[in-house]
């Protein structure tokens, strides 16, 4: 169990961290919103979706702080109740573009590019060629694979730790990656990118 939280809460309640105080829970929250923040970001590329949904996790989090056995740490924990969000999140998106699309829903909004500073035009161009063609090899992926290739490399995080926030087998954790990368591979190379 992470250290801040054991500290935060009197020697009796340690095993299902009840009786924690909002002042040790806002601890928590300063030391664990802002990688939470980039897991959301980096799985739903939606700063605003992000922002809501690492305020919501922290939310389940309190609510639910006594059914925290302390088996992971809070970090873990808090990722895996974020992970769980971002797929409840693109769910009910699916959902709301099918309803768009057969007119159960008006929706006139599209997301915005964003424009960037640019270092020379020409550079400029081919990263974004290239950064398109990477996010439509990504498109190819599950949920699952995307979601384990984005942990790792986006998050840097261990194989390990992945498990845990998925709650899965280090080596099924390893299957997906491995079967994610296959994948990508092979769509760049369609794609003629190396």
Not at 19 to 44: C, M
Not at 144 to 161: D, K
Not at 183 to 193: A, D, N, T, Y
Request: charged share 30%; glycine share 2%; net charge positive.
């Amino acid at each position: 169990m992470d250290t801040i939280l054991t500290a935060a809460l009197p020697s009796s309640a340690v095993e299902k961290a009840e009786g924690i105080s909002p002042e040790a829970f806002d601890e928590i929250v300063r030391l664990h919103q802002k990688r939470v923040y980039r897991v959301l970001w980096v799985l739903l590329k939606d700063a605003d979706a992000a922002d809501t949904l690492t305020q919501e996790c922290f939310l389940r989090a309190y609510r639910n702080l006594a059914s925290f056995r302390g088996e992971c740490s809070v970090e873990t924990w808090l990722l895996r109740i974020a992970v769980n969000l971002a797929r409840d999140h693109h769910k009910s998106r699916r959902i709301s573009f099918w309803k768009r699309l057969v007119g159960l829903e008006n929706d006139n909004g599209y997301a915005d590019q964003m424009a960037s500073p640019q270092a020379s035009p020409e550079r400029a161009l081919l990263a974004r060629e290239e950064l398109d063609a990477v996010r439509d090899a990504m498109k190819s992926l599950s949920q699952q694979q995307r979601t384990v290739f984005l942990l790792r490399f986006a998050e840097e995080m261990s194989l390990s730790e992945i498990a845990a926030v998925l709650d899965l087998k280090v080596g099924s954790v390893k299957a997906q990656l491995s079967r994610a990368l296959s994948k990508l591979r092979k769509v760049m190379k369609e794609q003629q990118w190396r």
